[in-house]
């Protein structure tokens, strides 16, 4: 599989593109909220209802996109998903991950040595966690969006989710070596809705001098919340042990190729800590339409090439109709 960096300049004027843009990026409205004085369970109640009120029947239409669907062959998968917040998928379900996992350690070498773009800390990352490409960016990486929007990722996140999701977010993600466990390197749970789908392909062989994603399965995270009398923000380690009460957590290795999927907003988490060896992972984040604290890509007309290719469901994946 090659997969080439180019911004393509094919125009498809037969195929089905419309934005869905009426409150694409609730987030800036929840906060709104929240600087209003009202409670982050208020807030989420009302940005699902506005968006509700400006898109009306977005939701039925998914949830019928996911009907026509059906079950798939990834029913054991899914259920080890929804029971513990996590799945590894399997390779045969997702034949081209090796591949797509070459060509993106390539990529990385690439924006590592010519600094395009300025591989600087994403805000709040302090460096350990660095995007080399991130959501608009792949644009100029086709062959990987049309990875990571393909029917094997975009039906499971959809199956899991209840409805066609959305793409809320896609980052090429560089963990360097660092000596911190700071911010998103100490345990906590993703806050953009109750439950989401992460998906993290490793690229180059992650192992535990790698920084790797460490989790706690859902049915444990409840028992280490309810232990530690707390829901959201970060966890030290001594609460987390105190409540798995001698569970040991997961830490997520493998071969370039290997491809996880995890609800980190069930699962407490943490990655990238105290990597003695560099990291590369792609990650794709698949949220509900309504999510009150998601962001979504403004993908604009750069999608109009692949749109063509896409199904019902893939599409409105991309806010496409």
């Known amino acids: 599989m090659a997969l080439t960096a180019h911004r393509s300049s094919e125009r498809i004027g037969s195929a089905p593109y419309r934005p869905i843009r009426l409150l694409r990026d609730p987030f800036p409205v929840w906060k709104l909220l929240r600087r209003a004085g009202l409670s982050k369970a208020a807030s989420d109640t009302l940005t699902r209802g506005l968006k509700a009120v400006r898109t009306p029947g977005e939701k039925r239409v998914r949830k019928a996109l996911l009907q026509a669907v059906g079950a798939g062959p990834d029913s054991a998968t899914l259920a080890h998903m929804r029971r513990h917040g996590w799945a590894q998928i399997p390779a045969e379900m997702v034949p081209d991950a090796a591949a797509v996992a070459d060509d993106l350690a390539a990529v990385a070498r690439e924006?590592?040595?010519?600094?395009?773009?300025?591989?600087?800390?994403?805000?709040?990352?302090?460096?350990?966690?660095?995007?080399?490409?991130?959501?608009?960016?792949?644009?100029d990486y086709p062959g990987f969006l049309k990875f990571i929007t393909g029917p094997e990722l975009v039906y499971f996140a959809a199956r899991y989710l209840g409805e066609a999701p959305v793409l809320s977010g896609a980052r090429l993600w560089w963990t360097p070596p660092n000596e911190t466990a700071i911010l998103s390197?100490?345990?906590?749970?993703?806050?953009?809705?109750?439950?989401?789908?992460?998906?993290?392909?490793?690229?180059?062989?992650?192992?535990?001098?790698?920084?790797?994603?460490?989790?706690?399965?859902?049915?444990?995270?409840?028992?280490?919340m309810a232990h530690a009398d707390q829901g959201y923000g970060r966890f030290s380690d001594e609460e987390v042990a105190a409540g798995l009460d001698g569970e040991a957590p997961l830490v997520l290795t493998g071969h370039p190729g290997a491809l996880f999927a995890v609800d980190t907003a069930r699962c407490l988490h943490f990655g990238s800590r105290r990597a003695t060896r560099d990291r590369l992972m792609l990650m794709a984040q698949y949220t509900r339409f309504d999510a009150p604290r998601s962001t979504v890509p403004d993908w604009g007309d750069g999608l109009r090439p692949l749109a063509a290719e896409l199904d019902p469901l893939q599409r409105r994946a991309l806010q496409l109709s």
């Not at 460096?127 to 608009?136: C, N, Q, Y």
């Not at 806050?191 to 789908?197: A, I, K, L, P």
């Open 185 to 224: 390197q100490q345990y906590h749970r993703d806050e953009e809705d109750h439950s989401q789908v992460k998906f993290l392909l490793v690229i180059e062989a992650v192992t535990t001098e790698n920084g790797p994603f460490t989790l706690i399965p859902a049915e444990a995270t409840q028992r280490v």
């Open 111 to 139: 924006r590592r040595a010519s600094n395009r773009p300025h591989p600087g800390p994403d805000s709040k990352k302090a460096g350990f966690l660095i995007s080399l490409v991130k959501h608009e960016q792949f644009l």
